[in-house]
C-alpha cells in the first residue's frame, strides 16, 4: 500500500508540546508536513507560561530532518498562530485544535472565573485559531479541521460542568462547520481520544494510563486530515488501538394527538412516557432538515386524522424526482440509442415519463430496514446474505407522477416454511403522502435460506400465482446486453447490498462474483415488453407479476421472450450465452395494447426496433422524398457512391415513435426503404421526420442535431462524415 504523504502541506497543532499533541506534530512532520508547534507552556490549570515545551518538540522534529517552527501564543489569540505559520511556511493547510487545559469542580463549589477559563481556551480558542485559517482554506478551496471532545462532553462526569459544556458545544461547533465549509472542501471532524496526558494522569487507574499511548490515536487524526480522506463532520472516538464512530440518536417517538385541533395535557404525556423515551428502535439523527422532515409527516398524518401511536416504523417516506427516475431508468438498461427510452432519459421530453417499475424500488427500501421483519418476527435471526428475492408482484393505479413525496407502508402477509428455508410474504402499498391517495401495491416474496423448525404453515392465501406462457413459440424476442457495471449502477437506487458489489461478500453467498439485482433484470424486461406492445407509453402498464429462477452476472446478454394474450403480455428472460431462464411464470397486464406483433419470433437489440412496430408502407413522411433523392444521387454516380463502401440504416420517427427505416446501401449503391438486405448496417441512425428533412435542406446542421439528441448514432460514427455529399446534393435539390 503507498505511503500516505504531507508533502508540501502546513499543519498546525495546538497544544503540541507533549502527550497527543506531540504525538500529532512528530507523525505529520515524519511525512513530510511543515509543522506549527503551537504551546504556551502554562501547567495543565492554564497557569504559567514557557518556550520550552514548544522548543523541545520543534528540535525533535528537526533532529528526524523535519521542517517545524515554534509558537507560544495563547489558543485565544489564534490569529497570530496562524500568522505564525503564514509568514514561516507561506500556507496553512490543516488546523488540529488540541490544546486543553482543566479546572474540575462540582458545579457547586464552581467560580465563574473556573467556566469562563475553560470556555475561552476550549471553545474560544478553537473558533479563533480555526477563524483565522478559515479565508486561506476558502481561497485555496482545500482545508482540514480537527476538534478536540471528551466522553466527558459526550456523557457527562462529576465536578466537570464546565469542561463537558465546552467539549460538547465542540461538537455543535463542528457539525455546522462541516456543513458551511462542504462547497469549499474543507472538512472538519471531532476525535474523541483516550490517552494518557498532564490532564489524565491522576484520573485514570495507572495500569490503564500506561496503555493510553497518544501514539495510537495519532494514526487516525493523520488520516482524518489526510487529502484522501472525505470523512466530515463526524465524531471518531479512540483509544488504545480502537477507534468507532459516535453520534446522536433518536427514538422514534410518540404522537399524543389525533389531529391538529387537539391540545397536549400532562396526563397523556404521563401515559405514553414509556413509550416515548423507548431507544429499542433509536435511529441515526441525520440532519436538521431530516427532523423538519419527520415534524411535517406528522403534521400531514394529523391533517388526515391519524390515531394516537408510536411513530411507525414500518412506513418511509421518500421524496424523488426526474433526476430518480432518470437514474433508475439508467440502472434498468435505458439507453439513448433507442428512440423509446429517450422520454424516461431527457426531464424536458415532450413525453417524459417514469417506467412504472421505478415504484418497486420503495419495497426494497423497507425491507433493507431490519426493523419490518424483526418487529414482527422478533425471535428470527437473519443474516442479510442468505436472503434471496424469490417473487415479484407490482401493480399501479394511476399514471405516476414525474416527481412526488411518497409513504411507503409494509405489512408482512404470512411467513411459509419451505423446509430448507422459510418465505416471508411482504406487501408494499406506496401513497401520495399529501393527498393519502393509494399510488400503488406490491408483494415481495423473500427467500430466507438455512432457516430451520420454524414450523410455519406451507401455504397462503397470499400469494399472487405465477402463470406459465403458452405453449408455442414466442411472438417475439428482444435481446440486450448487460455492462460490466449494471449492478454498481443499479444499486444506486436504493438497494445497496453488498452482494451486488462486494467480491467478498459474493464469494461468501456462493458466487463466483458479485450478481446483478433480480429487480434489475424485471426492469430491463418491462421495457422490452413496453418498447414492443405498447410503443414504449409507460401509462398503459397495469401490473406485473414475475419469479427469479437464477442469477445474473453484470455482462451477460438478456432475451426477453414474449407471448401475447389479449392485454396480457406472458414473458420469459433468459441468459443468451448460457440459455438460462432468470425470470419465469411472469406476465405483464396492459390497459391496452398499441403495437400488433405477428407471431414469428424476431430479435432486435436496444438499436434496432423490432419490424413489426414500423408502419414500413407510410407515405406521408416527409423524409420519403429525401431518401428518394439520394436513391437517384446513387444510382447516377455509382462509383463515387461505392468508394464510401458502407450500409447506413435510417430509423424515422414521429413524436418518437418509428414510423420507417431507409437503408443506404453505399457497398451495392442502392437506397431501399426497410432494414439491410445484404450484411449488417455498419452505421444506424436514428431521427424524427421533420429533423431529416432540416438537415437535408441546410436548417439545421447534422453535428448541432446530433449534440441536441435529436440525431442519434450507433455504429461507426465516423463514416457518417461521408454522408456530405449525399447531404449537399439533397441541401440543392430539395
Same mark, same amino acid.
Given at each position: 500500500?503507498?505511503?500516505?504523504?504531507?508533502?508540501?502541506?502546513?499543519?498546525?497543532?495546538?497544544?503540541?508540546?507533549?502527550?497527543?499533541?506531540?504525538?500529532?506534530?512528530?507523525?505529520?512532520?515524519?511525512?513530510?508536513?511543515?509543522?506549527?508547534?503551537?504551546?504556551?507552556?502554562?501547567?495543565?490549570?492554564?497557569?504559567?507560561?514557557?518556550?520550552?515545551?514548544?522548543?523541545?518538540?520543534?528540535?525533535?522534529?528537526?533532529?528526524?530532518?523535519?521542517?517545524?517552527?515554534?509558537?507560544?501564543?495563547?489558543?485565544?489569540?489564534?490569529?497570530?498562530?496562524?500568522?505564525?505559520?503564514?509568514?514561516?511556511?507561506?500556507?496553512?493547510?490543516?488546523?488540529?485544535?488540541?490544546?486543553?487545559?482543566?479546572?474540575?469542580?462540582?458545579?457547586?463549589?464552581?467560580?465563574?472565573?473556573?467556566?469562563?477559563?475553560?470556555?475561552?481556551?476550549?471553545?474560544?480558542?478553537?473558533?479563533?485559531?480555526?477563524?483565522?485559517?478559515?479565508?486561506?482554506?476558502?481561497?485555496?478551496?482545500?482545508?482540514?479541521?480537527?476538534?478536540?471532545?471528551?466522553?466527558?462532553?459526550?456523557?457527562?462526569?462529576?465536578?466537570?460542568?464546565?469542561?463537558?459544556?465546552?467539549?460538547?458545544?465542540?461538537?455543535?461547533?463542528?457539525?455546522?462547520?462541516?456543513?458551511?465549509?462542504?462547497?469549499?472542501?474543507?472538512?472538519?471532524?471531532?476525535?474523541?481520544?483516550?490517552?494518557?496526558?498532564?490532564?489524565?494522569?491522576?484520573?485514570?487507574?495507572?495500569?490503564?494510563?500506561?496503555?493510553?499511548?497518544?501514539?495510537?490515536?495519532?494514526?487516525?487524526?493523520?488520516?482524518?486530515?489526510?487529502?484522501?480522506?472525505?470523512?466530515?463532520?463526524?465524531?471518531?472516538?479512540?483509544?488504545?488501538?480502537?477507534?468507532?464512530?459516535?453520534?446522536?440518536?433518536?427514538?422514534?417517538?410518540?404522537?399524543?394527538?389525533?389531529?391538529?385541533?387537539?391540545?397536549?395535557?400532562?396526563?397523556?404525556?404521563?401515559?405514553?412516557?414509556?413509550?416515548?423515551?423507548?431507544?429499542?428502535?433509536?435511529?441515526?439523527?441525520?440532519?436538521?432538515?431530516?427532523?423538519?422532515?419527520?415534524?411535517?409527516?406528522?403534521?400531514?398524518?394529523?391533517?388526515?386524522?391519524?390515531?394516537?401511536?408510536?411513530?411507525?416504523?414500518?412506513?418511509?417516506?421518500?421524496?424523488?424526482?426526474?433526476?430518480?427516475?432518470?437514474?433508475?431508468?439508467?440502472?434498468?438498461?435505458?439507453?439513448?440509442?433507442?428512440?423509446?427510452?429517450?422520454?424516461?432519459?431527457?426531464?424536458?421530453?415532450?413525453?417524459?415519463?417514469?417506467?412504472?417499475?421505478?415504484?418497486?424500488?420503495?419495497?426494497?427500501?423497507?425491507?433493507?430496514?431490519?426493523?419490518?421483519?424483526?418487529?414482527?418476527?422478533?425471535?428470527?435471526?437473519?443474516?442479510?446474505?442468505?436472503?434471496?428475492?424469490?417473487?415479484?408482484?407490482?401493480?399501479?393505479?394511476?399514471?405516476?407522477?414525474?416527481?412526488?413525496?411518497?409513504?411507503?407502508?409494509?405489512?408482512?402477509?404470512?411467513?411459509?416454511?419451505?423446509?430448507?428455508?422459510?418465505?416471508?410474504?411482504?406487501?408494499?402499498?406506496?401513497?401520495?403522502?399529501?393527498?393519502?391517495?393509494?399510488?400503488?401495491?406490491?408483494?415481495?416474496?423473500?427467500?430466507?435460506?438455512?432457516?430451520?423448525?420454524?414450523?410455519?404453515?406451507? +401455504?397462503?392465501?397470499? $400469494? &399472487?400465482?405465477?402463470?406459465?406462457?403458452?405453449?408455442? !413459440?414466442?411472438?417475439?424476442? /428482444? =435481446?440486450?446486453? *448487460?455492462?460490466?457495471?449494471?449492478?454498481?449502477?443499479?444499486?444506486?437506487?436504493?438497494?445497496?447490498?453488498?452482494?451486488?458489489?462486494?467480491?467478498?461478500?459474493?464469494?461468501?453467498?456462493?458466487?463466483?462474483?458479485?450478481?446483478?439485482?433480480?429487480?434489475?433484470?424485471?426492469?430491463?424486461?418491462?421495457?422490452?415488453?413496453?418498447?414492443?406492445?405498447?410503443?414504449?407509453?409507460?401509462?398503459?402498464?397495469?401490473?406485473?407479476?414475475?419469479?427469479?429462477?437464477?442469477?445474473?452476472?453484470?455482462?451477460?446478454?438478456?432475451?426477453?421472450?414474449?407471448?401475447?394474450?389479449?392485454?396480457?403480455?406472458?414473458?420469459?428472460?433468459?441468459?443468451?450465452? +448460457?440459455?438460462?431462464? $432468470? &425470470?419465469?411464470?411472469?406476465?405483464?397486464?396492459?390497459? !391496452?395494447?398499441?403495437?400488433? /406483433? =405477428?407471431?414469428? *419470433?424476431?430479435?432486435?437489440?436496444?438499436?434496432?426496433?423490432?419490424?413489426?412496430?414500423?408502419?414500413?408502407?407510410?407515405?406521408?413522411?416527409?423524409?420519403?422524398?429525401?431518401?428518394?433523392?439520394?436513391?437517384?444521387?446513387?444510382?447516377?454516380?455509382?462509383?463515387?457512391?461505392?468508394?464510401?463502401?458502407?450500409?447506413?440504416?435510417?430509423?424515422?420517427?414521429?413524436?418518437?415513435?418509428?414510423?420507417?427505416?431507409?437503408?443506404?446501401?453505399?457497398?451495392?449503391?442502392?437506397?431501399?426503404?426497410?432494414?439491410?438486405?445484404?450484411?449488417?448496417?455498419?452505421?444506424?441512425?436514428?431521427?424524427?421526420?421533420?429533423?431529416?428533412?432540416?438537415?437535408? +435542406?441546410?436548417?439545421?446542421?447534422?453535428?448541432?442535431?446530433?449534440?441536441?439528441?435529436?440525431?442519434?448514432?450507433?455504429?461507426?460514427?465516423?463514416? *457518417?462524415?461521408?454522408?456530405?455529399?449525399?447531404?449537399?446534393?439533397?441541401?440543392?435539390?430539395?
Amino acid at each position: 500500500m503507498t505511503e500516505l504523504r504531507f508533502d508540501n502541506r502546513v499543519v498546525v497543532v495546538t497544544g503540541a508540546g507533549a502527550g497527543l499533541g506531540r504525538a500529532y506534530a512528530l507523525l505529520f512532520a515524519s511525512r513530510g508536513a511543515s509543522i506549527v508547534v503551537n504551546d504556551l507552556g502554562g501547567g495543565r490549570h492554564g497557569d504559567g507560561k514557557s518556550s520550552q515545551a514548544a522548543d523541545n518538540v520543534v528540535a525533535e522534529i528537526q533532529k528526524n530532518g523535519g521542517k517545524a517552527v515554534a509558537d507560544y501564543n495563547s489558543v485565544v489569540d489564534g490569529a497570530k498562530i496562524i500568522k505564525t505559520a503564514i509568514n514561516t511556511f507561506g500556507r496553512v493547510d490543516v488546523v488540529v485544535n488540541n490544546a486543553g487545559i482543566l479546572r474540575d469542580k462540582s458545579f457547586a463549589k464552581m467560580s465563574e472565573k473556573d467556566w469562563d477559563l475553560i470556555q475561552d481556551v476550549h471553545v474560544k480558542g478553537a473558533f479563533k485559531t480555526t477563524q483565522a485559517a478559515w479565508p486561506y482554506f476558502c481561497k485555496q478551496n482545500y482545508g482540514k479541521v480537527i476538534f478536540t471532545t471528551s466522553n466527558s462532553g459526550l456523557c457527562g462526569n462529576f465536578g466537570q460542568s464546565n469542561y463537558s459544556t465546552a467539549k460538547m458545544g465542540l461538537v455543535g461547533f463542528a457539525k455546522t462547520l462541516a456543513i458551511e465549509g462542504a462547497k469549499k472542501n474543507i472538512c472538519i471532524n471531532v476525535i474523541v481520544p483516550t490517552a494518557a496526558s498532564r490532564l489524565t494522569e491522576d484520573i485514570i487507574p495507572p495500569d490503564l494510563f500506561k496503555e493510553l499511548k497518544p501514539e495510537l490515536i495519532a494514526p487516525i487524526v493523520f488520516w482524518l486530515c489526510h487529502e484522501k480522506c472525505n470523512e466530515t463532520g463526524s465524531v471518531i472516538e479512540s483509544a488504545i488501538g480502537w477507534v468507532r464512530k459516535c453520534d446522536i440518536v433518536r427514538s422514534p417517538g410518540y404522537v399524543l394527538r389525533t389531529n391538529l385541533n387537539d391540545i397536549v395535557t400532562p396526563e397523556s404525556v404521563q401515559k405514553n412516557w414509556s413509550d416515548i423515551v423507548d431507544m429499542t428502535s433509536a435511529k441515526y439523527a441525520a440532519n436538521v432538515e431530516q427532523v423538519v422532515e419527520d415534524q411535517m409527516n406528522i403534521i400531514d398524518n394529523l391533517k388526515n386524522g391519524v390515531s394516537n401511536k408510536k411513530i411507525d416504523d414500518n412506513v418511509i417516506y421518500n421524496n424523488y424526482d426526474s433526476r430518480d427516475s432518470i437514474l433508475y431508468a439508467l440502472g434498468v438498461g435505458a439507453t439513448i440509442e433507442n428512440p423509446f427510452d429517450l422520454r424516461y432519459l431527457y426531464e424536458n421530453h415532450e413525453n417524459f415519463a417514469i417506467l412504472p417499475t421505478y415504484y418497486i424500488v420503495f419495497g426494497v427500501m423497507g425491507c433493507m430496514r431490519n426493523s419490518i421483519i424483526s418487529n414482527s418476527l422478533p425471535d428470527l435471526q437473519i443474516n442479510p446474505m442468505n436472503i434471496l428475492h424469490g417473487e415479484q408482484y407490482f401493480e399501479i393505479y394511476k399514471v405516476l407522477s414525474g416527481e412526488a413525496k411518497v409513504k411507503t407502508v409494509y405489512k408482512i402477509l404470512d411467513v411459509l416454511d419451505k423446509k430448507k428455508g422459510i418465505v416471508i410474504l411482504i406487501q408494499h402499498d406506496t401513497f401520495d403522502a399529501i393527498s393519502e391517495e393509494k399510488l400503488s401495491t406490491g408483494q415481495m416474496s423473500l427467500y430466507v435460506v438455512g432457516v430451520n423448525g420454524f414450523q410455519a404453515k406451507t +401455504t397462503s392465501p397470499h $400469494i &399472487i400465482p405465477i402463470i406459465d406462457p403458452p405453449n408455442r !413459440n414466442p411472438d417475439a424476442s /428482444v =435481446t440486450q446486453k *448487460t455492462t460490466i457495471d449494471q449492478a454498481a449502477l443499479y444499486r444506486l437506487n436504493g438497494d445497496p447490498n453488498p452482494l451486488h458489489i462486494d467480491s467478498n461478500f459474493a464469494t461468501m453467498a456462493g458466487y463466483k462474483r458479485p450478481i446483478l439485482h433480480g429487480l434489475c433484470s424485471l426492469g430491463f424486461s418491462t421495457r422490452h415488453v413496453l418498447n414492443t406492445y405498447a410503443n414504449g407509453d409507460s401509462s398503459l402498464f397495469k401490473r406485473i407479476k414475475v419469479r427469479f429462477a437464477k442469477p445474473v452476472l453484470p455482462g451477460e446478454t438478456l432475451r426477453t421472450d414474449m407471448w401475447q394474450n389479449g392485454n396480457r403480455i406472458h414473458f420469459q428472460t433468459s441468459i443468451v450465452e +448460457t440459455n438460462t431462464p $432468470i &425470470i419465469v411464470g411472469a406476465y405483464i397486464d396492459l390497459f !391496452n395494447v398499441k403495437s400488433k /406483433v =405477428t407471431p414469428t *419470433t424476431t430479435t432486435a437489440t436496444p438499436t434496432a426496433t423490432p419490424t413489426s412496430n414500423l408502419i414500413a408502407n407510410n407515405n406521408d413522411l416527409q423524409s420519403n422524398a429525401v431518401f428518394n433523392a439520394m436513391r437517384d444521387y446513387v444510382k447516377a454516380n455509382p462509383d463515387q457512391t461505392k468508394k464510401v463502401n458502407a450500409i447506413f440504416l435510417y430509423n424515422i420517427t414521429v413524436d418518437g415513435n418509428p414510423k420507417a427505416q431507409w437503408t443506404l446501401d453505399l457497398k451495392k449503391g442502392d437506397v431501399y426503404k426497410g432494414q439491410p438486405t445484404s450484411g449488417k448496417a455498419d452505421t444506424t441512425l436514428t431521427i424524427e421526420d421533420k429533423d431529416m428533412m432540416d438537415i437535408a +435542406t441546410g436548417k439545421v446542421n447534422p453535428q448541432v442535431a446530433f449534440m441536441r439528441g435529436k440525431l442519434k448514432i450507433t455504429g461507426n460514427i465516423m463514416l *457518417t462524415q461521408k454522408l456530405k455529399t449525399l447531404m449537399e446534393m439533397n441541401k440543392a435539390k430539395l
